[in-house]
T-cell receptor
Framework: GIQVEQSPPDLILQEGANSTLRCNFSDSVNNLQWFHQNPWGQLINLFYIPSGTKQNGRLSATTVATERYSLLYISSSQTTDSGVYFCAVEGVMETSGSRLTFGEGTQLTVNP | EPEVTQTPSHQVTQMGQEVILRCVPISNHLYFYWYRQILGQKVEFLVSFYNNEISEKSEIFDDQFSVERPDGSNFTLKIRSTKLEDSAMYFC?????????????FGPGTRLTVT
């Protein structure tokens, strides 16, 4: 199946700093989503972005499908941005079922 | 904004007991999924469901697990005889259309603790 690698695994920032999280995937994708898992364990949809660029407030994401990677940008980080960020993909070659394959996540800690 | 809901938020059960986790997908969605996340690990796919039947299941989804859409709104995951290693957060998700390039929306999860 498709492989998903996220980097860095851990990131510690001071409030106000900017950051870039990366997601590499091993095959062409139909679907790519970014999630934020908050301290209560909930998965919050951030972006549905199989290709192109999107922005939502301080967050933006870019997927370069031909080069098999996606980037999540967080600007002017706040303590509430802390948590784990997951990238999840559905590979084109998946036979059926539309399963999302998740990466291991990036643990972000934003200090005041 | 419509959202996926799950009940209960937390369930504690004894090893060997049966549990049923419930989900209400977004009302116009047709495709349903269960995922699980063992504490500290990544989220893993369990099963997808469409038109009242399983579309795909992972190697985790063995005979202990079953899914059902008992009425027009609920989607359930049953674990017949729970084991300690079933302790995890279980997420339900739904999407409008089958697979190709459509977003999956996740519920808040049910944290299952098996003692």
């Amino acid at each position: 199946g498709i492989q998903v690698e996220q980097s860095p695994p851990d990131l510690i920032l001071q409030e106000g700093a900017n950051s870039t999280l990366r997601c590499n995937f091993s095959d062409s994708v139909n679907n790519l989503q970014w999630f934020h898992q908050n301290p209560w364990g909930q998965l919050i949809n951030l972006f549905y972005i199989p290709s192109g660029t999107k922005q939502n407030g301080r967050l933006s994401a870019t997927t370069v499908a031909t080069e098999r990677y996606s980037l999540l940008y967080i600007s002017s980080s706040q303590t509430t941005d802390s948590g784990v960020y997951f990238c999840a993909v559905e590979g084109v070659m998946e036979t059926s079922g539309s399963r999302l394959t998740f990466g291991e996540g990036t643990q972000l800690t934003v200090n005041p | 904004e419509p959202e996926v809901t799950q009940t209960p938020s937390h369930q504690v059960t004894q090893m060997g007991q049966e549990v049923i986790l419930r989900c209400v997908p977004i009302s116009n969605h047709l495709y349903f999924y269960w995922y699980r996340q063992i504490l500290g690990q990544k989220v893993e796919f369990l099963v997808s469901f469409y038109n009242n039947e399983i579309s795909e299941k992972s190697e985790i989804f063995d005979d202990q697990f079953s899914v059902e859409r008992p009425d027009g709104s609920n989607f359930t995951l049953k674990i017949r005889s729970t084991k300690l290693e079933d302790s995890a957060m279980y997420f339900c998700a739904s999407s409008v259309v089958w697979g190709r390039s459509y977003e999956q929306y996740f519920g808040p999860g049910t944290r299952l603790t098996v003692t």
